[in-house]
């Protein structure tokens, strides 16, 4: 666990110095703007590496805001609100199937695993997949993917 959570820190810090012409120079530092999609334990590595300092070691100021949902993500990139946007690739597909010029595209992989949790009002302690067979499965947040099975 410990190797993976590095490894996606350096991943992030590898592509937040390469964006890092993305921001505006305060001083020696670059802005860069950061929205994520929600906040999760999956990105642990990039809080730690936000508290830490590693990112102004490395000449940039990120400033972290909550999009509360791929959508709203999304939008704020589109918009130039943010630089960078932290959201599953969805988002990405409907905006280029809508045919727009002005995409964003998927660069990295943050997670290499889903942080979804399949949850229940009903007791059930002898769970198997068939459970859900012919159930809806509805998404946890506004924005997030809904899907039937």
Known sequence: MKKKGLAALAVFVFTAVLLSGCGKSNGNLIKVQLNEVAHSIFYAPQYAAIELGYFKDEGLDVTLVNGLGADKTMTAVLSGDADIGFMGPEATVYVYNEGKEDY?????????????????????????????????????????????M
């Open 104 to 148: 964003v595209v998927n660069f990295a992989q943050l997670t290499q695993r889903a942080g979804n949790f399949l949850v229940t009002k009903d007791k059930n302690e002898t769970f198997t997949w068939d459970n859900v067979k012919g159930k809806t499965v509805v998404g946890g947040r506004a924005g997030g993917r809904q899907g039937i």
